[in-house]
Each structure stands twice: as C-alpha cells, then as structure tokens.
C-alpha cells in the first residue's frame, strides 16, 4: 500500500467535504472528511492517509523488503537444519543420502573408461542366436508351472525403527507369457525384484 499510495493524491467527492452547505463556499474554511485531510484543500495526499489512517510510511518498504530477505534465509537455513535432526516418521523412505563426490578426472580418461563408446566384445565360441531362440522357445513350451507368491513381507531395520516395505504382496506368472510389474513410485516393485534376485529364483514363463 505504501508503494501504490505514493506520491498519488485524492480529490474528495462533495459529498465528503466538511463543512458543507449553501453558507459555506470559503475552500479555505473547508476540508475532507478523511484521515490524512488539511484544511483548505479538497485533496489528500496518498502518503498522508497512510501516516494517520495505518501508520504506513513510505520509507518503511525497504525495511520490509529486507525484512523478507531476512526471513527467507533463515527459513531456508532452518528447513535444512531441521530435516537433518528431526526424527522421519515410520511410513516415511527418509531424506535421501548420497556418497561423498569423488574428483573428477580429465575427460580423455572419462571417455576411456566409457562402457558405450567400446566396441562390443564377441564371443566367437557362443552358439548361434538362432539355436538360443530355439532352446528359448522349447524350454517356454515344456513350462507349465505357474509361479506364484503369496503374504510376502519385508522388514528392514533403520537405526533403531523397523519400516515394513512390503505388505501382503501377492501374484503369479503364467507359464509362456510376459509379465509386468507395474506401480507408482515408491509402491515396491524394486524391491520385490531385489528380494527374487536374493533369493536366487528361476523363472520359466
């Protein structure tokens, strides 16, 4: 208000001006009937009402403007501090923690010891790729299991809770067919794969 009030003045309406009547036509006798108001003028300055109506000066926007400044650093500085030390609840992933950045090296070495810009390493002794897709195809023909896997849990323990990550996970793999584990982030399905790889299954669709 103090910025838009500035430097503007107001023309009082008639309806407004005090004292008013027939009898009073002397403008130096009169004023508005608004805060910030002098006698003998009909118009009031903008930073004048702000002073005796609010209190608001103009000279207080800086103030303020550093104030906000101020206010932003410290909330920023107490955001940080405060996911730091405060506890996460249980059904929380917790904040995300990542290694000590090592040096970089000079970017002839970086491309070196870039795994897509090697050629590709062939193994002349490996069957052909149609043999595998034939042995691919019987071993889906002579499958007809289906895997399945009911209640899986899992519970990890971090520092000193222990957060369940799966749930009563349940489901099934046909035999001869491509399944998908789909979800939303954070709903497991890393985890349900790290958890089949540990266990060192084999799968036959």
């Not at 906000?68 to 501090?81: E, H, P, R």
């Not at 290694?99 to 010891?113: D, G, H, I, V």
Request: with cysteine.
């Amino acid at each position: 208000m103090a910025a838009e009030f500035h430097n503007v003045n107001f023309t009082c309406t008639p309806s407004s001006i005090v004292p008013a009547g027939s009898n009073y036509t002397d403008i130096a006798y009169q004023t508005c009937a608004y805060a910030g108001s002098k006698i003998g003028s009909t118009i009031v300055n903008g930073d004048d009402y702000l002073a005796a109506h609010y209190g608001f000066y103009y000279s207080h926007v800086w103030r303020n403007f550093g104030i906000l400044c101020l206010f932003t650093v410290v909330f920023v500085a107490m955001t940080c501090w405060l996911s730091e030390v405060m506890e996460w609840e249980l059904d929380n992933s917790g904040p995300i923690q990542y290694r000590a950045s090592k040096k970089w090296f000079n970017r002839k070495k970086s491309l070196e010891s870039d795994e897509e810009r090697k050629p590709v390493p062939v193994d002349h002794k490996a069957p052909p790729a149609e043999t595998q897709a034939a042995k691919v195809e019987q071993s889906l023909a002579a499958t007809e299991s289906t895997f399945t896997w009911s209640d899986l849990e899992l519970n990890v323990q971090i520092g000193k809770e222990t957060r369940k990550l799966l749930d009563g996970v349940n489901g099934y793999c046909k035999p001869g067919t491509l399944t998908a584990l789909v979800g939303a982030s954070g709903a497991g399905k890393s985890t349900c794969k790290f958890i089949f790889w540990q266990s060192r299954l084999s799968f036959n669709y």
